[in-house]
Every structure is written in C-alpha cells, then in structure tokens.
C-alpha cells in the first residue's frame, strides 16, 4: 500500500485547555495559531504585530466572516504579551484546512497578516495552509465516465468502488484506469443519466462524494444570442438550461393575464440552449417559462416546485416578480467626443438615482428617477443650482451610478400593508415601499423598472436611461455603472426565491455545497468551471455599451469573480473601458479560494481595485467610530499613521504595481459617511463637521496618484446620521425578511441617504456650524486643480520615477509636507496647535499659493492670512503652519 502522498497529522503527547505562552513554538505565535490533539489555540502575539490592544477577537471564513463584536465567544483571553483562545476542533468542527482567518482588535479595527508570518493569502492568515487529507473528488463526466480525484490509498480493483443514485439505487463499477498519481477514471456497468444526481463511494474508506456536473458543464457552450431578439420583423428566443428535460415559453398579452395566448415547445440544440423561432415581431409581448427537469435534491425545476421563471436576458422586468416582456433593441447614446479619460485621469462620482433626485423640485412623476437626474434648471430656495447642472458645474469626468439594472424591491402591497404604522420605519421614509441601493440583481439586462417616470409603460425605462447617458455626455462626462454579478437577489437576506437561475438550473449557475447555497449574501453565482455564466457577466457588459453607450463599470465584490473571466472580460469590452472593482470578501467555496487562477487578491488583480488601505490611513477605519483620537486616520490626528500616508500617496503600497492598480477613495456608499467620520465626538456630521480635519482628507485623496472615487454628497458633507446607530430586524405580512443597520450602513434606509438640496450654498447658522457653501467651493476648486495641467503630475498612470514625491517629515509626525515632480508643494498640520516647517528646500522658480483652509483657486491663487506665503521663490524656506491646517503652492 502507498503511503499517502502528504497527509498532515500533528500528534501530540499532552493536550490541555490551559496552554500557556510558554508553550507555543516561534512558528506557532507566527502563523497565528497552534494544534494540540484536537484543540486549536489561536495566538494574537503583541511583540510581532506591535500593537498593545485593549480587546482581540478572531473572526474567518469559519464564521462566515461575521463581524459582530457583541458577542464574545470568539474573544481571545491574554496572557502576558500573547492573546489566546483555546477551542475543541474535533473533526475540524470549528475550522478546517486551508481556512482563512484575521485577527480585530479594540472595537473593531482588522488586522492584516504580521510580515513574519508566512501563512499569509491575500491580505488574511491560513489555517493548515499546506494540509492535504484523504479525500475524494467526483466529476461526472458523461454518460459511461466518471473522472474522480482520490487522496489518500486508490484502489484498482472495481469492487472498491460502488455508485448510487439520488433514490438509493445501486450501480457497480466495471472499470478503474489510473491518470495522474490522484485522478482516475471510474467507469460505470451501466450508462448514467448526465442531467441526475449520483454519489461516489468508497466503502472501505468511508469516503464518499457527490458527482458533480463539472465534468460536463465546463465544456458546454454556445455562441447563439440569449434571450428575446427582434431582428427584421421577426423574433427569436433562446434559453441555456442544459440539465433541463423540456422547456415551455408562455406568450401573453398582458402583465397580469392569467392564462397564456401561446404556449411553446421549445427545441434544444446539442448544446443545452432551447430554441424558439417567430416569423413576427413580438415587441411588447409578455412572456415567461417553466422549466421541466428530474425531481432529484438540490434541483428546482419545474416538477419540483410548480414555479414559472422568468427570461435571465430580458430587456424588460416590471419590478422583478412575474412575466418579462419582449422589446426591440435600445439605439445607443452618442460616443464621447473626446474619448473616455484614461483610467489615470479619472475622478469618479459615485451617485444613486434615487437618493440624488428625491428630494429635487421637479414633478411628482419623475421624483426618484431617471428622468430626474439630468432635468436642467432646478435651484434650491437660495437660487443656487441643484440636480443635474450642479453635478456639471462640480467638475468630476465620470459619473458612477450605483445599480440600474432590474433590482429586488419587496412589492409594494405587502411592505405598505406591514409597515405604513410602524414609526421607525415612517422615520425612516420607508414605511410605504421598500427602498434599496439595488445591491440585489434579479436581471441583469433590464433597466430598474421604479426609475421609470409614472405613468409610462414597461419598457420605456430603457429610452430614459439613455437619454441620462447622452445628456452626460454632451457634457463629456463618461457614465458607468455599478454591476453585482456575485450573487443575485434570489436568496438575499435569508429569503428564498425562483426568479430565474434558481428555476433554470441551481447546480449550473451558483456555487452550491451538497447541492445547496453557499455564500455570505444568500448565494454566490459561479463563473469557474461554467462557461455561459462567464459569458452572461460578459454579455451584460457589452450589451450596456452596445445598447445605451455606457463607458465602463464598477463591479460589486469582484473577489467573487474568478480571475480568468475578469481578464477576458476587459478584453472583450475594450482596454480603454473604465473597470474597478472591490477586491475583499473571498468565495466560500474552498476549490475557488485554492485555486491560483481563479483566486486573486490586490497583489494580482486583474482590474484596479479599491485601495482600502489608503483609505484608512488618510481618514481612519469604516467599521465602528468610537474615538475620534484614533478613528479617523492621518487627517483626524492619528500621527502614527503618516508612513501610511506616505505609501497611499505615491501607491506605493505593497501591491501597486502602477499608480493605476489601485483607485484612491475616502467614503462611499458603504459604512459611514465621511462627514459622520468627522462629525466631532458623536460622529454626527448633521450639524458639527470638524471640517479643517475634513478638509486635509480630502486634500490627500486629491494630491494622490491615479483614479480616485468620491462619494456623491460628500461635497456638502452629506450626513447619513439620520439613521439611528442600532440593529432593528423586521418581517413583512407574507414573511420576508428585513435587516436595518443605521448610519454605518444604510443600503435600506430611505431619508438617511437623500441629497438635502437646501445645504448648496448654506453658510454657518445657529445651532449649526457647517459652512456648506465653502466645502462645495473647496472640492470643486480641488476637481478643477486635479484636471489642470498642472494637475497632471497626480495623473500618472506609469511606474512612478525614483524621488517623484520629496517628502518633509518634521519629528513631530503631525507635520506632513511634499514636492511633486518639482511643480506642486504642499504642507499639512493635524496638530492641534501651530508648528514650524524648518530649512525646507523648495526648487527653484515662483510658487504660487493655489489652497489653504479657505479656498482653492488655481487660476488666480488664495489669499493667505500670512501675506508672504501667497508668492514664494524657490530656495530655503521657514514655513509656520496653523493648528490643523493644509497649504498647496504650484510653480508657475
């Protein structure tokens, strides 16, 4: 018998639930945890992370990445220098090989990886990183072929293995071939059906495994166009459901009828797609399908559930539950005239439809949406402009609209019926219809049904969407929007439902383990290994720019989506698309995370991902605010931070490779807002911004390289503290589910998000302090600095030059200045009293002041209140810099 090819093991004579520091080896506190028997320590050491916490928690995949720090079963106890929790890990009930995990500390702040440790992937730590156990792998791959992958003792000998069916049936093996020293061929003495489920076992060992259909899956594709097509007078429709029996289309005249007009059979080609042909066009036909396939586990096709789904490919979705309606192809906008900027000139402008127009002076009709978004003309009660010509006159080139295509609201009826009394819901504004950011796709080809203007029939929503994207670019804004192809609505929130991949085939389209969901947002959709679902994210893209001329995207969660299909993705839409993404929040599915091509992180990202770490040094963490002496960065005071100031800069952080890897953000829609970060010891920035400290954040992200992102409304210190700071769960009449977070995440809260209109062009007044007008003026002096000649020395999009940034760093590390490219100097103080910049070398030339606390003005410069400082030449310089204060000068 072979020994195993490498089985880990860790046999130790003693075990005990009080292990002390001593006990642990130098590996061991390293790699953040230790194994004794059939215990797990985990090991937080002060000494390797250089920090002295008050409180240590462990959180990972193990706990679905759960981040509550209310309970404290997951609190490590210390001991000396060292955090310890000590855990029963029998059977690897708690966590298993290859696991990853991270260390937060104080009230919430998360940890990376200690550079000693060596069991580091993608910014977290590895449980068992290098661990193989006996195991066994099936794939079925036709209907006489199943391709297994056994580690551990593989017998050749038939009679070792045995197969059974979802029922119980048994079937022999008559043949085993070896392939590598793991995969082997079993063959079965009778044929399989590929479409039904089938088990793999392995009695002697006591192993056994589900026979997946990846064998076959991942070599299934189709070219054909998907969905309802109306080309010349006639109409096609097609639908990929390769594991189904039969598939029926069901044409209707209206939305609601009960009873279809035509019912058709659909013909399937060699290739799982069916097929339906019409020598007339369809255009405003309602349709849907059922699904017909086996009754086996995990699947719900039509025989086991009764459901109608609808067409994943629609143009057309009224409001996501029930029929899909055919509809002719959109004409697009007209291109930009310029071009779309390169990805190192870009400043983004990330905005929701309905959180920016609710609140403007327009029609009751079109409050809320598309329509609204590029209405001219509107000013608030001051005569100052708002809506549409503001967003032109701030100055950004790329507008970033959080989700348009069809998303999941809870209908109206029900959520009205449930909530219309409940106060907290009516403080809320939520209480007659449920609002969502849209993070919830149900179809990814249909334009949100609730931003079409009332009145208008299903289906105009799309000429509306278009006239947004060429009203911006005739302006030369480029338009992008905010995709989420990790998971889809179907099983958001604990709520279970068919819509569409559920019903065309489960096992296809979502990772799944023993046949079920996996995923931390209901499900997690499966690109890998699943060629039509690589293209359907790749088809939705295209079909975007073909249909409505959109510019480029910002992908939800990209971690989820495996690093070959983003690849080939910006290849096919265009390298000169605008594409960023999020890279954190790894799959589920451990095959994914072991995979080197699938799996990626910032170090090998396919597309330029947030930079999270930037983020936190200029401004502090996103997760809890309790102190705003160590929770709001570099900008808020947190001297310690000013090396990681530096890094964000230049990118140069560990995993920029150009200043164009990573986009450069402060807040978006995520987490707190920037002015609650800032809004003094209650971080409540509705009325008491520490602005100076705002002002220097916003100083940092603008004097940074490469693309950066803002979050709409952060130019007028929009606040989301109307959302009170607690977890509140509810449920609808007919049962659904809904979670509200407060203000560190209002993805559903409805007032908290709204733009207030009346703060453009405020000043200071009783009871409040914030001075609106002057941080609107401010940001959109900075839009202007960012996109001037000038500006160009933060717009590099290369490997940055040896010495590019000529850093000043007094030993008070409160005091921050820096030369760029010989042509920008700037000077910053987060000290709470004034400091002197000492014997500073500035090149030779005239420096003109352009920024200060007060205004930026790069076409005639600021008046500072030390009038020396408004004109400087070049050689050594004795600057005093104000309590909390920032200074820009550009060479003329």
Known sequence: MKSLKKILFILLTFCSFQIHAQSFTGEQVNQGYAIFGNQVSFIFDELIYDKQPSRVVVTGAFRGWDDDLDTQEWDLKKTGQQWILTLDNSDYKVIGPTMEFKFRINDGEWLGPSPVSKNEKGGNLVFMMDAVLPGLKAELKNENLIWATIIGDRPLDPSKYLITNAQGDTIKVKGVLPNEATTTLIVPAEPLNKKRVYYLHMPDQELTAFCSFDGWFRETYSTKELGANIDNGKTTVRLFAPRATGVKLYLYNGKDDKKAEEV???????????????????????????????????????????????????????????KCRMWRRTTPATPLKGGIPAMEDVISYEVHVQDFTDRLPVDASIKGRLAAMHKTGLKNSKGQKIGFDYLVDLGVNVIHLMPIQEYLHYPTDDWKASFENDEYMKSQGVSEENYQWGYRTTHAMAVETRYRTVGKEAGEERNEFRDLVQAFHDKDIAVIIDIVPNHTAENMDGNNWIFNFNGIDKQYYYRTKDLEHIGDYGNEVKTENRPMTQRWLIDQCQYYIKEFGIDGFRIDLAGQVDEQTLIVLKETIGLDKIVYGEPWIGSNDPEFEGNPSWDWYKEDSPITFFQDDSRTAFKGPVFKLTDPKTDRGWAGGKSSDRAAVMKGLENSNKEDKTPTSGITYLDIHDNFALSDQYGGEKFDGRTSVDQDNYKIAVTLMYTSLGPIVTNGGSEIMRSKADAPLKEVFKTTNKGYKVYMHGYRDTYNHRTANQYAWETVGQEPQSGNTNDYKNMLAFWRGMNELRLSEIGKVFRLGTEVPEGYYQFITPKNENQLGYIVDNKVFVLLNVDEKSNKFDNIELPEGNWKLVANNNAVNIQKGVKDADKKLSKLKGGKQNIEMPATSLKIWVKQ
């Open 264 to 322: 058709v059979e659909m013909k399937v080609d060699n290739d799982g797609v069916w097929e339906a042909f019409f020598d007339e066009d369809l255009h405003g036909t309602w349709y849907d399908f059922t699904i017909h396939g086996y009754d086996d586990p995990g699947n719900l096709f039509y025989e086991t559930t009764k459901a109608h789904v609808s067409d994943p490919y629609t143009r057309v979705s009224d409001d996501t539950w029930g």
